[in-house]
C-alpha cells in the first residue's frame, strides 16, 4: 500500500526531495531520478569534541524502538561483544537512546549498560571511546554516525550504513560486514593510538566539510525558489 501511495503521490509536487541515493533508489516510480537528493547536515558546534572520563569502550545510539536498532543493538551485544571479549574482558558497552525495545532493555548486564532516554544526548557520545553502528536492516544517512564523527568520536559501521555516507574506509571509517570483521575493527581502534586519532580528526573533517546544514538549506531555498534546474 504504502509503495502505491508514493507512486501515486509522486505527480502532486512540483519538487521532490530526499536524503540519500540509496533511499531514492527505493522509490517505486520511473522518474525517480528527478527526486532531488539533499543530505541531513549536523550541527557540528553543538555535537563538539568534549573532554570527558571515557566509562565505554563502545558506544550505541539510536531509537531503541526503531527496528534496525533494535536488531543492530541485539548483534553487537550477542554477536560483536563476545569475540571483542576474549581479548579485552573488561570492554564495556554503552545502548543509549530513546524508548528501549525490551529485546534492548533485556540485554542489560553489568558489561552492557542500556540507558534509555537522555535529557542530553553528547553525554552517551562523550562518555565511549568508540562509537560503532552495526546496522543490517533499514538504509539512509545515519545521523548518530554524523553527531559522532562531529564529537571526534572513531566510527565503526557496516557497508550497508555507510553507502549514504560515503566516508572513506580505513581513513575516516572502519567497516566490517560480519561480526567477527567488526569486532576486529573495534580490538584495532583500542590498540592503534594512530589509527584512533586519525579517525576521530577526519571524520570530523568530513562532517564539517560535507554535511553543513547551512549548505543543505541554501540548496533547499534554491529548489523552492525555482532556481535549480
Known amino acids: ?26 522509490i517505486p516510480h520511473p522518474e525517480k531520478e528527478k527526486i532531488w537528493v539533499i543530505p541531513n547536515g549536523v550541527d557540528w558546534e553543538y555535537f563538539s569534541p568534549v573532554i570527558k572520563e571515557k566509562s565505554y569502550e563502545l558506544i550505541f545510539i539510536g531509537n531503541m524502538a526503531y527496528p534496525p536498532n533494535i536488531d543492530a543493538a541485539e548483534f553487537l551485544a550477542k554477536e560483536i561483544m563476545p569475540i571483542v571479549w576474549k581479548k579485552n574482558p573488561e570492554a564495556k558497552l554503552l545502548l543509549a537512546g530513546a524508548s528501549p525495545h525490551f529485546r534492548v ?11 534509555g532516554w537522555l535529557d542530553d544526548i553528547r553525554d552517551a557520545y562523550g562518555s565511549g571511546k568508540i562509537f560503532i553502528a552495526p546496522m543490517r536492516i533499514g538504509t539512509g544517512l545515519q545521523n548518530k554516525l554524523l553527531e559522532a564523527m562531529a564529537m571526534q568520536i572513531p566510527c565503526i559501521t557496516t557497508p550497508l550504513a555507510n553507502d549514504a555516507l560515503q566516508a572513506e ?24 593510538k594512530e589509527l584512533y586519532s586519525k579517525l576521530a580528526v577526519n571524520g570530523q573533517q568530513l562532517v564539517k566539510k560535507q554535511f553543513s546544514w547551512e549548505e543543505y538549506t541554501e540548496q533547499l531555498h534554491q529548489i523552492i525558489n525555482g532556481l535549480e534546474s
Open 1 to 26: 500500500r504504502l509503495a502505491r501511495y508514493e507512486e501515486k503521490v509522486f505527480d502532486i509536487f512540483d519538487n521532490k526531495t530526499i536524503i540519500s541515493i540509496p533511499d531514492r533508489n527505493l
Open 169 to 192: 574506509e580505513g581513513t575516516q571509517i572502519l567497516m566490517g560486514s560480519s561480526a567477527e570483521e567488526l569486532a576486529e575493527c573495534v580490538l584495532k581502534l583500542l590498540e592503534d
Open 105 to 115: 532493555s533485556s540485554l542489560a548486564s553489568d558489561k552492557i549498560k542500556v540507558s
